[in-house]
């Protein structure tokens, strides 16, 4: 089994759509989750942390689930520059490695 | 403030030849990743720098790659004898301390002919 595990899509939604992706992860020790943005050939770039209370950062909402080993983003009315690979990324729990999910595809059309 | 660099952006080299690839971390960042991306794939784990400690290089793929940080600061990933496997997006990353936000350099793109 994967450390990390997205639904690597794609996901095809039209501007203003609201959009979830979950990701599970393996290590139930794990403390540190993020979500990146990858746009294509470029380097990761952080979307937003993940906090265990669940955090929003405007149309962005990501939540975590330590029972189920799971987290998600949330984005609401999606624009079109919201484009891009979602990497999910979770520590290794012991250790300082960090595990990435392959990413999850998702484009906006207009 | 300047961000992670890294040189040279691409690189193509022939087989069996060698190639050192070059990461500066944002200034101040005490801990450096190296990762790699193939085409189409995540980010896969290579080699961890945390201040003075010793490296974790747990995620080395062969004893053909290894990796120095001079001074705690740049750091140098070297590939000996390339393979064409060893074609693929090298991404190097540092946060400030151990399991924090990783911020990510360019990335250099290595081809092996």
């Known amino acids: 089994r994967k450390e990390v595990e997205q639904d690597p899509g794609p996901f095809n939604v039209p501007e203003g759509a609201t959009v979830a992706f979950n990701c599970t992860y393996s290590?139930?020790?794990?403390?540190?989750f993020f979500w990146y943005r990858q746009d294509c050939r470029k380097e990761p770039k952080l979307l937003m942390s993940?906090?265990?209370s669940g955090n929003e950062d405007g149309r962005f909402t990501a939540q975590l689930n330590r029972a189920s080993q799971y987290i998600s983003l949330l984005i609401r009315d999606s624009k079109l520059s919201d484009s891009a690979t979602y990497l999910c990324v979770v520590n290794k729990g012991t250790g300082n490695q960090f595990y990435f999910g392959t990413g999850t595809s998702l484009t906006v059309i207009p | 403030g300047a961000g992670v660099s890294q040189s040279p952006s691409n690189k193509v080299t022939e087989k069996g030849k060698d190639v050192e690839l070059r990461c500066d971390p944002i200034?101040?960042?005490?801990?450096l990743y190296w990762y790699r991306q193939s085409l189409g794939q995540g980010l896969e784990f290579l080699i961890y720098?945390?201040?003075?400690?010793?490296?974790?290089k747990s995620g080395l793929p062969s004893d053909r790659f290894s990796a120095e940080r001079t001074g705690g600061s740049v750091s140098t990933l070297t590939i000996q004898r390339t393979q064409q496997e060893d074609s693929a997006v090298y991404l190097c990353?540092?946060?400030?301390?151990?399991?924090?936000?990783?911020?990510f350099g360019p990335g250099t793109r290595l081809l092996v002919l």
């Open positions: 720098f945390q201040g003075n400690s010793a490296p974790d």
């Open positions: 290590n139930s020790a794990s403390q540190s």
């Open positions: 200034s101040g960042h005490t801990a």
């Open positions: 990353a540092s946060s400030p301390r151990a399991r924090e936000t990783q911020y």
């Open positions: 993940v906090y265990s």
